[in-house]
């Protein structure tokens, strides 16, 4: 939290959970989204007026061109066979193994882990291999940027599990980092010392600084938040940002991840595109 360092603490702690809870309600838990409590804005406004000023567009430093670069996947028929079944009946087979989903609400995040390729079992330490294309895509996307830095952006902890078995031991950003740590990653990562590096949009928060040492951010799927998604890209496309900014998506056809997007693009609410997505498969 920004203020914390203006106000030392003073304004609205040192810790981000207990001001979370203070002012914001859990919304949705699968996509982590929360909600202000009634008149909570109002005094978060209040007070950020007194260590905050405006700036007009027109006194914003110009920050150098973005592009959105989606590559767009489809999965095997068999895991498309599957993923319709986990859609539909709450349940599916992989690897010999039947994975169930107690809601419609669990289910569509089983749907997320199977457009990543995997299935999560009995819980986060127990994942079921789905397919690999999302992997492929990333590691063909690194050798063709040859040592160009690249930020890694992932939604599960498999996502990264899976991101060091192909890549190695890529640092990350949060998640199992200490605070410490994390700060001695933004340095070398600014400094030009990591040519990669994950993150998980929650914890690229404002604040972090990550402009000087690359221009490249790849998404293995799209954010549920457009909130988070902004938030991270905000990361690199900031005012010292010199180079032209390419952020590249992969997305798996028909699955979630169209969406996510959608949701994030703000075309539609969460029902609406749930529901449109299963009319689509």
């Known amino acids: 939290m920004p203020a914390a360092i203006i106000t030392d603490g003073a304004l609205w702690g040192r810790a981000f959970i207990p001001w979370q809870k203070q002012y914001f309600r859990l919304h949705n838990p699968v996509t982590n989204e929360w909600a202000p409590l009634p008149g909570a804005e109002a005094k978060i406004t209040a007070s950020f007026g007194t260590v905050a000023m405006a700036v007009a567009d027109a006194d914003m430093p110009d920050l150098p061109p973005l592009n959105v670069v989606e590559t767009h996947v489809a999965l095997p028929a068999e895991v498309m066979a599957r993923y319709r079944e986990m859609a539909r009946e709450l349940f599916t087979t ?82 199992p980092t200490s605070a410490a740590e994390s700060s001695r990653l933004v340095a070398a990562w600014n400094a030009g010392s990591l040519s990669l590096r994950a993150l998980h949009p929650a914890a690229a928060g404002h604040g972090i600084n990550l402009q000087y040492g690359g221009s490249r951010m790849a998404w293995l799927s799209p954010s549920w938040s457009a909130e988070l998604t902004q938030q991270a890209i905000a990361r690199i496309y900031r005012p010292g940002q010199t180079q032209h900014v390419t952020i590249h998506v992969c997305i798996a056809t028909r699955t979630v991840d169209e969406m996510k997007r959608n949701r994030v693009l703000g075309k539609m609410s969460a029902q609406e595109a749930f529901q449109k997505h299963l009319e689509q498969i």
């Open 94 to 175: 992989a690897e010999g193994r039947t994975i169930e989903a107690a809601s419609p609400l669990i289910a569509t995040g089983k749907l997320a882990q199977m457009a990543n390729g995997f299935l999560y079992d009995a819980g986060n330490e127990d994942a079921v291999f789905v397919h690999d294309l999302k992997i492929e895509w990333l590691r063909e996307l690194v050798e063709s940027l040859d040592g160009e830095p690249l930020l890694i952006a992932y939604e599960f902890i498999e996502d990264l599990r899976t991101i060091r078995r192909a890549l190695g031991e890529v640092p990350v950003l949060g998640g």
